[in-house]
């Protein structure tokens, strides 16, 4: 599924009236479709008290014409617009068919409009929708209907609240939601969903979402690049398995890391790349390690390596490995490392060594760390890597905040991308995947329980895994963040909400993959 920001939506309905579409057109069919799923959430119109509260501009003239179809219908309709408008001419018909509008000026405390949300059975907020960009004045006239609605939504018997386009009070790019914003039971948006509602917090803050074609062209919705990542897509892209294929067919792995302290890190990788299908999964770490990890995973195969002082992976063990890359389809680097000086010379003299991978690799953990040490580091990152960094690695790598990353989550991950040329997943809710080349996908999920130490090896392992087994690095990518999330989604069920151990991630996808295919 496309999404779009509010630029893109915009040159979306430019291209629309450009194939023909009339403005007028676009509004109309917007409104009705509100009008339409505000009266299947009522049941039956006869009879029942309705509010649409209409702001300045797009939006609340959507709202007019849904006011004037729910009218038609058989609904009391009263139209509350606590700010003047511009363009008035979709009220004439209001007043034609004795429509009470129920102005600002005329309602100064909005007392009037409390009483009526109050003893109404639905309200419409079709007050900004995706034009919202700055936060929202408690002395405004649309904060103070806000106001109202909010505490009528409180009330013994509260209204239904179906939003038009986006609820006021959410940001439709970044996802921000503005402490006026009041919870729909039901978001009707137009043409594409937004990035927004596919962010935190604003996720969790939109009731069911509804997608309504307004007449965009299909053409220009195709060359929108960002997808909302679906179970659908991942049984399209999932490699194929035949029953005629051997451990080769399905790819070797190399998971390189591991140290004294962060012992469990690079058997999580692995094991998770073994559970997505990889055909062979050889560990290289600090030969001590070894007898631990064997015990817990027999299937792989080594590359003890002579360990540093610390106990970690030495920057000589560069030079131990350059003659093993090419043997391998995919790699892993960095679970467990630690950031000590070995791990950055290692990480420096290991990058272009990864461009003998047939497939690619996966950077992740103090690899990323070390990356975001050397400012030219990005030159040496071979084409078809992926970078795998939680917000704290990300901020690191861009030399920036954490909140600014968290603001600006698919910006940033695009950025990045373009920066260091390759793939970037931005881990957390709604992991951002974004390509050098342009493409963008998001995870529809948000999940806490897979906040858990060890949950970011696994999806490493795992993205390495479809490398390994033919896909190019961003579908990989994808479809490592899609079936990681919907275990945790599936976990979600019996676990709550925390409580999941990132082992059980990969011991429960091969369930979900037979899901997804089925």
């Not at 939506?9 to 450009?18: F, H, P, T």
């Not at 058997?267 to 560990?283: C, Q, S």
């Not at 600006?408 to 080349?437: F, W, Y």
Request: hydrophobic share 45%.
């Amino acid at each position: 599924m496309k999404l779009v920001t509010t630029e893109q939506m915009r040159a979306l309905e430019r291209a629309a009236v450009e194939a023909g579409v009339s403005e007028a057109q676009l509004m109309e069919e917007a409104g009705l479709a509100v009008a339409q799923e505000a009266w299947m959430l009522l049941g039956t119109l006869e009879g029942r008290r309705i509010v649409v509260l209409v702001g300045p501009g797009n939006n609340g003239g959507d709202g007019l014409v849904a006011a004037r179809h729910l009218a038609d219908w058989g609904a009391e309709v009263v139209v509350a617009i606590p700010r003047a408008r511009r363009d008035e001419s979709l009220l004439e018909e209001l007043v034609a068919r004795e429509i009470p509008v129920l102005r600002g000026e005329d309602d100064p405390d909005f007392a009037l409009l409390g009483q009526g949300m109050e003893s109404s059975d639905l309200v419409v907020d079709a007050l900004l929708g995706i034009g919202q960009k700055r936060p929202l004045d408690p002395e405004e006239p649309v904060a103070k209907a806000l106001a109202k609605l909010a505490a009528a939504r409180k009330g013994y018997s509260p209204p239904k609240l179906v939003a038009c386009d986006l609820p006021t009070g959410i940001d439709a790019d970044s996802g921000a939601v503005d402490p006026l914003a009041v919870e729909p039971d039901m978001t009707v948006t137009f043409g594409l969903p937004k990035v927004g509602m596919y962010q935190a917090p604003a996720s969790g803050r939109l009731g069911r979402v509804q997608v309504i074609d307004i007449g965009i062209p299909k053409a220009a919705q195709e060359a929108v690049q960002l997808e909302l990542l679906t179970a659908r897509w991942a049984k399209q892209t999932l490699p194929a398995r035949p029953d005629d294929g051997n451990k080769g067919t399905f790819g070797r792995v190399l998971v390189a890391g591991g140290s004294a302290r962060y012992i469990g890190a690079p058997r999580l990788a692995a094991t998770a790349a073994y559970r997505a299908g990889a055909g062979l999964v050889t560990i290289a770490c600090p030969e001590q390690l070894v007898p631990a990890l064997a015990a817990g995973l027999a299937e792989a195969t080594w590359l003890p390596q002579e360990p540093a002082a610390d106990g970690g992976l030495r920057g000589e063990s560069a030079l131990a490995l350059r003659h093993e890359w090419h043997t391998f389809d995919a790699a892993v680097l960095g679970p467990g490392m630690g950031l000590s000086e070995d791990t950055r010379a290692l990480t420096w003299a290991v990058l272009p060594d990864l461009a003998a991978l047939p497939r690619g690799a996966v950077i992740d953990a103090d690899a990323l760390n070390a990356i975001a040490e050397q400012p030219d580091a990005g030159g040496r990152i071979p084409a078809g890597c992926v970078l795998t960094p939680h917000p704290g690695e990300m901020a690191r790598l861009m030399g920036t905040s954490v909140a600014d990353v968290q603001s600006r989550r698919l910006a940033v991950a695009q950025e990045a991308a373009a920066k260091h040329g390759c793939v970037v997943v931005l881990k957390g809710a709604h992991t951002v995947i974004a390509s050098s080349d342009g493409r963008a996908a998001l995870s529809p999920y948000a999940n806490p329980l897979l906040a858990t130490a060890g949950s970011g090896d696994v999806l490493a392992g795992m993205i390495a895994a479809y490398q390994a087994q033919g896909l190019e690095s961003f579908d990989a990518a994808c479809l490592g963040v899609y079936l990681h999330a919907a275990t945790g989604e599936g976990a979600r069920q019996e676990y709550g909400e925390g409580g999941l151990l990132a082992g059980e991630i990969a011991s429960r996808l091969p369930a979900v993959v037979k899901e997804v295919k089925a």
